[in-house]
């Protein structure tokens, strides 16, 4: 039997090794992509899972790839900050694959092998990125993510392609970005191990090299997760790619781009760096200001529902660098829970806007008509979701919102307060205007009032994992004192 | 190092690249880019790195300028002029780019010089492959065992990297499986006056030759520069060759697309295979030294010389499919048909 030290290692090689499987008897037979998909991204997560509490139990995970010692080998590191984000990814995954059955039968009925195959190599390279502790293999996970993500936004109707161009000319920019900062990095310390570099670059402190790999490697994460103003090809991308893409991509791609940048200036520059020696903290705090309110703004003026959602995503990438670049204990517990929380919320929104699409053949907020009478356990999940945005007590995005006005407050920054209470205001305005469409107007002018309107609820592949992940919104809320203290406040780093 | 002769190649490669995208002329864009690669490959020899300047002469100046072909092909060889100016568009790429170069240079005053034995590089891990390598491993090679060994781990992903582009590739432009409704005679008449003979005498002498080369380099990557990327890559080239010189369907009488993107799964999974039967057996994950209690007749360290042929093997096979199916996909537009 395996034995718990491999547990890290599974969480990454049994998607990867299901990808290739699905791929070679995919082709034979398409039926056996979906409860494949299935299968691997269950194991991957039964491996996160275990990987977790081993994590909470025995602290620091080391796994040492090829048996070779770091810094000559390239090495796992579980901590308590990515066993969570694990944990999430995997979990989004997995939920996304569930709902993708219909939609994906719908728009890509002729690349279900295709399908199937990238999207588990997408969260393969996202779980890759958020395990390793070295510098270099996470550019080439990033690789995987960057390009099967690429394949499966531009497998969208025609407008994807030039949206899917535009994302393949950016993103290769962010990470030429970080891997030009990972080669500065390289040839000043001669290592490419996370915690090894750690230690050797504090006499580097004040060269210029230093200084321009901290640039290029922040500026490469920005890039990835649309961090405004470089959000413009977010929009796009997320709102033309297919149902089942968007559900997968949205929540994540962003998440895990702010955990690079989290791991990127604790575990790679050093706090004392970032914080200290770089005088950018505020000006950083600025522009996450501003992408919140420009996210929140663009979103009011959306009327396509699904492009109104990634506006959001835009504003919330703000909340979680402004928290992170606060410079202080709560803000930085607020942005980390907050990767979690909005992982989910977000993930709550795309499978109800693959749900609207599926139903209604499109994603206009005008589709949302008379939707509540139609389907009043999906609306009723779709509002959790909402609340949680809105950051609604008990729901998850109440609590990490909390924490971060706190470390506003903390930090002195009353920008960013009053940016994160707009946004709010913001997002209250934006769903109960949906919630006015679904629930009040009937769902054409034809129609007269006081018709019953017959029930017709989503596929039970759609509707259980939206119910599922409402529920998790609520657990994530009511739990959210537990996450806190039994992981996040470790993956704090000390003395800022 | 001769520093007139690295000059002067930088110097061109620099007016290349100047060149390829200011051209307006697609195809000699392309051109000129596969020469800017080929001057790529001579500065890393210059540097001593040949491995990467092997696969950079086969990737860069090889393959990927006839991708780029086939697609300006399919697509359109004149730049399209713009109606509308869009100066402000150009000015703030002109402001990006002058910063990002002034960081970059002024980074350079930090470097150590080239070189220079005592630069960190040259000190923190180096010594220990360059000692340590042939006790640990039994692979003559230094490239090799640091690219398929100590960081066995990256190469398994870099191999998957090159398989998601061919997937990516089939899943955008691939047709097969649909009906082909939209089917229209390509866009080089089909009349054979392309077909020259002495072109197709010279391939048929060539191709034989050039496979087992591309064998050699993959069988021999452990004792000299190469491995299973270049082997691919050639043997690849070797089948866009008959390709070019015949048409698609004869080259895909040899390698059908379907069974290309069977070998090109089943390559990656050798390598990742590799790795997880090491997991199984009670080692780490591609710790290749337990394999000498399955192979006959070596001690761990040959299993990990052993090892790294197996993955070798498995790169290879995915290298090549994946350059078959890109060179299928984009060369008939998606139908697997005759091609240019």
């Given at each position: 039997?395996?034995?718990?030290?491999?547990?890290?290692?599974?969480?990454?090689?049994?998607?990867?090794?299901?990808?290739?499987?699905?791929?070679?008897?995919?082709?034979?037979?398409?039926?056996?992509?979906?409860?494949?998909?299935?299968?691997?991204?269950?194991?991957?997560?039964?491996?996160?899972?275990?990987?977790?509490?081993?994590?909470?139990?025995?602290?620091?995970?080391?796994?040492?790839?090829?048996?070779?010692?770091?810094?000559?080998?390239?090495?796992?590191?579980?901590?308590?900050?990515?066993?969570?984000?694990?944990?999430?990814?995997?979990?989004?995954?997995?939920?996304?694959?569930?709902?993708?059955?219909?939609?994906?039968?719908?728009?890509?009925?002729?690349?279900?092998?295709?399908?199937?195959?990238?999207?588990?190599?997408?969260?393969?390279?996202?779980?890759?990125?958020?395990?390793?502790?070295?510098?270099?293999?996470?550019?080439?996970?990033?690789?995987?993510?960057?390009?099967?993500?690429?394949?499966?936004?531009?497998?969208?109707?025609?407008?994807?392609?030039?949206?899917?161009?535009?994302?393949?000319?950016?993103?290769?920019?962010?990470?030429?970005?970080?891997?030009?900062?990972?080669?500065?990095?390289?040839?000043?310390?001669?290592?490419?191990?996370?915690?090894?570099?750690?230690?050797?670059?504090?006499?580097?402190?004040?060269?210029?090299?230093?200084?321009?790999?901290?640039?290029?490697?922040?500026?490469?994460?920005?890039?990835?997760?649309?961090?405004?103003?470089?959000?413009?090809?977010?929009?796009?991308?997320?709102?033309?790619?297919?149902?089942?893409?968007?559900?997968?991509?949205?929540?994540?791609?962003?998440?895990?781009?702010?955990?690079?940048?989290?791991?990127?200036?604790?575990?790679?520059?050093?706090?004392?760096?970032?914080?200290?020696?770089?005088?950018?903290?505020?000006?950083?705090?600025?522009?996450?200001?501003?992408?919140?309110?420009?996210?929140?703004?663009?979103?009011?003026?959306?009327?396509?529902?699904?492009?109104?959602?990634?506006?959001?995503?835009?504003?919330?990438?703000?909340?979680?660098?402004?928290?992170?670049?606060?410079?202080?204990?709560?803000?930085?517990?607020?942005?980390?829970?907050?990767?979690?929380?909005?992982?989910?919320?977000?993930?709550?929104?795309?499978?109800?806007?693959?749900?609207?699409?599926?139903?209604?053949?499109?994603?206009?907020?005008?589709?949302?008509?008379?939707?509540?009478?139609?389907?009043?356990?999906?609306?009723?999940?779709?509002?959790?979701?909402?609340?949680?945005?809105?950051?609604?007590?008990?729901?998850?995005?109440?609590?990490?919102?909390?924490?971060?006005?706190?470390?506003?407050?903390?930090?002195?920054?009353?920008?960013?307060?009053?940016?994160?209470?707009?946004?709010?205001?913001?997002?209250?305005?934006?769903?109960?205007?949906?919630?006015?469409?679904?629930?009040?107007?009937?769902?054409?002018?034809?129609?007269?009032?006081?018709?019953?309107?017959?029930?017709?609820?989503?596929?039970?592949?759609?509707?259980?994992?939206?119910?599922?992940?409402?529920?998790?919104?609520?657990?994530?809320?009511?739990?959210?004192?537990?996450?806190?203290?039994?992981?996040?406040?470790?993956?704090?780093?000390?003395?800022? | 190092?001769?520093?007139?002769?690295?000059?002067?190649?930088?110097?061109?490669?620099?007016?290349?690249?100047?060149?390829?995208?200011?051209?307006?002329?697609?195809?000699?864009?392309?051109?000129?880019?596969?020469?800017?690669?080929?001057?790529?490959?001579?500065?890393?020899?210059?540097?001593?790195?040949?491995?990467?300047?092997?696969?950079?002469?086969?990737?860069?100046?090889?393959?990927?300028?006839?991708?780029?072909?086939?697609?300006?092909?399919?697509?359109?060889?004149?730049?399209?002029?713009?109606?509308?100016?869009?100066?402000?568009?150009?000015?703030?790429?002109?402001?990006?780019?002058?910063?990002?170069?002034?960081?970059?240079?002024?980074?350079?005053?930090?470097?150590?010089?080239?070189?220079?034995?005592?630069?960190?590089?040259?000190?923190?891990?180096?010594?220990?492959?360059?000692?340590?390598?042939?006790?640990?491993?039994?692979?003559?090679?230094?490239?090799?065992?640091?690219?398929?060994?100590?960081?066995?781990?990256?190469?398994?992903?870099?191999?998957?990297?090159?398989?998601?582009?061919?997937?990516?590739?089939?899943?955008?432009?691939?047709?097969?499986?649909?009906?082909?409704?939209?089917?229209?005679?390509?866009?080089?008449?089909?009349?054979?006056?392309?077909?020259?003979?002495?072109?197709?005498?010279?391939?048929?002498?060539?191709?034989?030759?050039?496979?087992?080369?591309?064998?050699?380099?993959?069988?021999?990557?452990?004792?000299?520069?190469?491995?299973?990327?270049?082997?691919?890559?050639?043997?690849?080239?070797?089948?866009?060759?008959?390709?070019?010189?015949?048409?698609?369907?004869?080259?895909?009488?040899?390698?059908?697309?379907?069974?290309?993107?069977?070998?090109?799964?089943?390559?990656?999974?050798?390598?990742?295979?590799?790795?997880?039967?090491?997991?199984?057996?009670?080692?780490?994950?591609?710790?290749?030294?337990?394999?000498?209690?399955?192979?006959p007749a070596t001690s761990p360290i040959m299993a990990r010389s052993h090892g790294m042929l197996g993955v070798e093997v498995g790169v290879a096979l995915t290298v090549m499919s994946i350059m078959v199916i890109i060179y299928v996909n984009v060369a008939s537009y998606g139908k697997s048909d005759r091609g240019l």
């Amino acid at each position: 039997m395996i034995s718990p030290e491999q547990y890290p290692v599974l969480i990454v090689v049994i998607p990867l090794l299901s990808a290739f499987l699905i791929s070679i008897l995919g082709g034979m037979d398409k039926r056996f992509c979906y409860p494949a998909t299935l299968l691997a991204l269950g194991g991957s997560l039964a491996a996160a899972v275990a990987t977790l509490c081993l994590v909470a139990d025995h602290g620091i995970i080391h796994y040492r790839m090829g048996g070779w010692a770091p810094p000559f080998g390239i090495e796992y590191v579980v901590d308590y900050l990515n066993a969570l984000v694990l944990v999430v990814v995997v979990f989004v995954a997995f939920m996304a694959a569930i709902a993708s059955k219909v939609s994906v039968e719908e728009e890509l009925p002729h690349k279900i092998p295709q399908f199937y195959t990238l999207f588990v190599l997408l969260t393969t390279g996202l779980l890759g990125m958020t395990i390793t502790g070295d510098a270099f293999n996470l550019y080439v996970l990033m690789e995987i993510a960057a390009l099967t993500n690429y394949a499966l936004i531009a497998m969208g109707r025609k407008r994807a392609l030039m949206a899917s161009f535009n994302y393949v000319v950016i993103g290769t920019m962010g990470a030429c970005f970080y891997l030009l900062g990972v080669g500065h990095l390289y040839i000043m310390t001669g290592s490419l191990n996370m915690a090894d570099i750690l230690n050797i670059l504090p006499h580097l402190y004040g060269t210029n090299a230093i200084l321009v790999a901290a640039i290029l490697m922040l500026m490469g994460a920005w890039i990835k997760m649309a961090f405004f103003p470089m959000h413009g090809w977010l929009p796009n991308a997320y709102t033309y790619a297919p149902s089942a893409t968007s559900s997968l991509v949205a929540p994540l791609m962003t998440k895990v781009s702010v955990y690079i940048m989290i791991r990127v200036m604790f575990s790679v520059l050093g706090a004392v760096y970032v914080f200290k020696v770089l005088p950018v903290k505020e000006l950083i705090v600025w522009l996450a200001t501003a992408a919140i309110i420009a996210g929140s703004l663009f979103a009011l003026a959306q009327k396509d529902f699904k492009k109104m959602l990634t506006y959001l995503i835009v504003a919330e990438v703000g909340y979680m660098v402004g928290g992170v670049w606060l410079a202080t204990a709560q803000g930085i517990t607020g942005a980390i829970l907050h990767i979690v929380n909005d992982a989910v919320m977000t993930l709550c929104l795309f499978l109800f806007a693959a749900i609207v699409v599926h139903k209604t053949k499109g994603h206009q907020l005008s589709n949302l008509q008379g939707l509540f009478k139609k389907m009043p356990i999906t609306m009723a999940a779709f509002a959790v979701g909402a609340l949680s945005m809105i950051g609604v007590p008990p729901t998850a995005g109440f609590f990490s919102k909390w924490y971060l006005i706190l470390g506003g407050i903390d930090a002195g920054q009353w920008q960013f307060v009053v940016a994160l209470l707009f946004s709010s205001l913001v997002n209250a305005v934006l769903f109960f205007r949906i919630f006015e469409i679904a629930y009040y107007e009937p769902e054409s002018a034809q129609h007269g009032h006081g018709e019953s309107v017959a029930i017709d609820e989503a596929p039970l592949s759609m509707l259980l994992p939206l119910v599922v992940v409402a529920i998790t919104i609520i657990l994530l809320g009511l739990y959210s004192g537990e996450i806190v203290t039994t992981f996040i406040q470790h993956a704090v780093p000390a003395g800022i | 190092m001769i520093w007139q002769f690295d000059f002067l190649i930088l110097a061109l490669g620099v007016i290349c690249a100047l060149a390829s995208i200011s051209l307006k002329d697609l195809l000699s864009a392309a051109i000129v880019f596969g020469a800017y690669s080929f001057l790529m490959c001579l500065l890393w020899t210059e540097m001593g790195a040949v491995d990467v300047a092997f696969t950079e002469a086969a990737v860069g100046a090889g393959v990927s300028t006839v991708f780029f072909l086939a697609a300006v092909f399919h697509t359109s060889r004149i730049v399209q002029p713009r109606r509308r100016g869009r100066m402000l568009h150009k000015l703030v790429g002109l402001a990006a780019a002058t910063g990002i170069g002034i960081l970059l240079i002024s980074a350079t005053a930090d470097f150590p010089n080239w070189a220079n034995p005592n630069s960190p590089a040259s000190t923190h891990l180096s010594p220990f492959y360059i000692t340590e390598t042939i006790p640990l491993t039994g692979v003559p090679n230094i490239v090799t065992s640091v690219l398929a060994d100590f960081r066995g781990f990256d190469t398994m992903f870099e191999t998957a990297v090159i398989f998601v582009a061919g997937l990516a590739v089939v899943s955008i432009l691939g047709r097969y499986g649909r009906r082909l409704r939209d089917y229209e005679p390509s866009p080089v008449g089909e009349d054979v006056a392309h077909q020259s003979p002495i072109i197709q005498a010279a391939c048929r002498i060539f191709v034989p030759f050039m496979q087992l080369f591309a064998l050699y380099v993959v069988a021999h990557g452990h004792h000299s520069p190469g491995g299973g990327f270049q082997g691919g890559v050639i043997l690849g080239a070797s089948f866009i060759l008959v390709a070019i010189s015949y048409d698609l369907r004869v080259m895909q009488r040899r390698l059908q697309e379907r069974r290309a993107m069977l070998f090109s799964s089943l390559g990656v999974l050798i390598y990742s295979g590799i790795g997880a039967l090491c997991l199984l057996m009670g080692a780490n994950f591609l710790d290749y030294s337990i394999l000498h209690t399955i192979l006959p007749a070596t001690s761990p360290i040959m299993a990990r010389s052993h090892g790294m042929l197996g993955v070798e093997v498995g790169v290879a096979l995915t290298v090549m499919s994946i350059m078959v199916i890109i060179y299928v996909n984009v060369a008939s537009y998606g139908k697997s048909d005759r091609g240019l």
